[in-house]
């Protein structure tokens, strides 16, 4: 298969989008942080901002809406997020359906996972148990006996849904899968959390009802310390990860295969992370196994740079703090893990500025459906053509890549090795000498129909198109000298601040096209070429911009 017929099959695949609405409504895991939302500046000003955007600081856990759960949430010294391969998290799968085998406090098992689907070594797993009909983004559940008429949807998604047996994380071990997925609020059951000790009434109705079938109370079936030693260490030591609060399109798959990726916020510090789940099935003119062959041998490119709190942010926006609420030894009130909460404004690392950053009529980013940030794209190497405080043009892009009309495109300046985890790191020209596109670049883009943009560097604008040009007076006078050579007119005469000012923000949003920034890792040794290309953000339903994880998609 060569490059254009990869893209094309990609392309032509059914895409599913498994993932929870994450909103400052979105319930956290109980005890845990939820999703709070504050505008630090706004397009006319704010106090300690500044004008010029809607800039926004989240602080939150990242047991809010969909994520990953790490190896470091259980075993300190395991891998974090950032170090685990995107190959590790993505490959052929199946989602089982036991909706109808298990109720209020069930315990599932192997057996009723393969009584529904075939489960093959290396697959990844996602366990439909029904109780995503409590997800807070969902219809409600009307039982006219249950108070107002309806259940009550957080102690069904959070407190009273099933959860695995012992045997069946010791099934999944053997069977080498790459990661378990749940369709509620926690991989293990909620009565092996503290959740049993905070809400004992409902311990008591999981006891009971085990004790019913099996003859056996809880912790006969659920020794403590064997089950400390098989979760805390045993499965974090096997690099077998869970990602939980899977929703979205999931029913849709039920007993079926697909070719499924988990894309987390590549983190380096926390125990967890944000995540954008997606499931691939063929094309309709293609067989599954011969979709599935090709997706295996598939290369795939991540282009996010490390999520720190090394991490420079933008300008004068708040960088990234974490803050360890709770470790793995430290809790009195049963069985520990590492939790955290962050704090942040969003531009910083790799990550999608959003409509709403600068049009506050546009959408938010999790108004925007999952198949606007995927598709068809190309990795524009200009790398040759730029130097300190460069102009470059659509003909330079042009000049590199076969770029069709409604592509993704990806523009390397080669600013990415100036980034802060390089050994040639400069971030003085990484912010504020990093080239920037000519006047006619944007309508270019527009004409186009460019799905949305991305760049190797910290913004889509010139930095002397932004207020860097007043704060770095210096480096301005610079860029202007250099203008005038290279295109005989000074800064104002080419670039009028009326038309010009945030040129790729003010004159693109509004017609919903939208860009990455930040871009780098192996985008910094991809040549020029069409790839298939994904944003996998998270579903941020207030954000303005959003984090996420970047990738490039070849033919193996």
């Known amino acids: 298969m060569d490059r254009n017929e990869f893209i094309k099959m990609m392309a032509g695949a059914k895409l599913y989008d498994l993932t929870q609405q994450c909103s400052i409504y979105t319930p956290p895991w109980p005890m845990e942080k939820a999703l709070e939302v504050h505008f630090f500046k706004r397009l006319t000003g704010a106090f300690g901002g500044g004008a010029g955007a ?14 990953l759960v790490g190896e470091r949430a259980f075993h300190s010294g395991g891998r974090a997020i950032s170090e685990i391969p995107l190959k590790d998290l993505s490959g052929e799968g199946v989602i089982a359906d036991i909706s109808d085998l298990v109720s209020d406090y069930s315990v599932y098992t192997p057996e ?51 959860g695995p047996s012992m045997q069946f994380y010791r099934w999944a071990m053997d069977m080498k899968l790459k990661w378990i997925g749940v369709d ?24 009971q009802k085990l004790c019913d079938a099996t003859g056996k109370h809880w912790d006969e079936v659920f020794p403590v310390d064997e089950y400390y030693e098989l979760t805390h260490l045993e499965m974090p030591k096997s690099h077998l990860v869970m990602v939980e609060c899977i929703v979205g399109d999931i029913n849709k798959l039920s007993n079926q295969r697909a070719w ?56 004068n926006y708040e960088p990234l703090t974490v803050k360890y609420t709770k470790r793995v ?19 910083l690392a790799t990550h999608m500025d959003g409509e709403k950053h600068f049009y506050p009529r546009g959408r938010t980013i999790g108004e925007v459906p999952l198949d606007e940030w995927v598709g068809p794209g190309v990795v524009a190497d200009i790398s040759h053509l730029v130097s300190n405080s460069s102009v470059y043009t659509p003909e330079m892009i042009e000049s590199v890549v076969d770029l069709h009309d409604g592509d993704i495109l990806i523009i390397k300046t080669g600013w990415g090795k100036l980034g802060w985890t390089s050994p040639d790191s400069d971030e003085f020209r990484y912010m504020i000498k990093h080239p920037g596109p000519s006047p006619d670049f944007a309508d270019w883009i527009a004409k186009r129909k460019i799905k949305w943009i991305g760049i190797d560097c910290v913004a889509a604008d010139h930095p002397m198109n932004t207020i860097q040009r007043i704060w770095h007076p210096k480096t301005f006078q610079e860029a202007n000298e250099k ?65 996420g994880r970047f990738v490039a998609f070849a033919e193996g």
Not at 497 to 509: A, G, I, P, V, W
Request: glycine letters at 8%; one cysteine or more.
């Open 112 to 162: 009723m996972i393969l009584s529904k689907v075939n489960v093959k070594p290396g697959d990844i797993l996602i366990v439909n148990t029904g109780y995503n009909r409590y997800s807070w983004d969902q219809p409600d559940t009307v039982n006219p006996n249950a108070q107002g008429g309806v259940e009550g949807k957080e102690f069904g998604y959070l407190v009273r849904h099933p």
């Open 54 to 67: 809607n800039g926004q600081i989240f602080n939150w856990s990242n047991t809010v809406g969909t994520h």
């Open 260 to 315: 499924i990726t988990c894309e987390p916020i590549p983190f380096m510090e926390v125990e967890s992370a944000w995540s954008r789940v997606a499931a691939y099935q063929a094309p309709d003119n293609m067989k599954a196994e011969d979709f599935y062959a090709a997706m295996e041998s598939a290369k795939m490119f991540d282009l996010s740079v490390p999520f720190s709190v090394q991490s420079p942010q933008w300008a």
């Open 329 to 347: 030894g430290g809790q009195y009130f049963g069985m520990g893990r590492n939790g955290s909460i962050c704090n942040a404004s969003i531009h």
């Open 483 to 547: 203008l005038k050579r290279d295109f005989g007119k000074d800064w104002d005469e080419m670039f009028p601040l009326e038309k010009y000012y945030q040129d790729m923000h003010f004159n693109l949003f509004p017609k919903r096209i939208v860009h990455a920034e930040n871009l780098g890792k192996d985008l910094n040794s991809l040549p020029s070429g069409r790839y298939y290309i994904g944003c996998y953000v998270q579903r941020a339903m207030e954000a303005e911009s959003m984090w």
């Open 184 to 207: 509620c609020g926690s991989a293990e059951h909620p009565m092996n959390t503290p959740i049993r000790r905070w809400h004992e009434n409902h311990f008591k109705l999981a006891d």
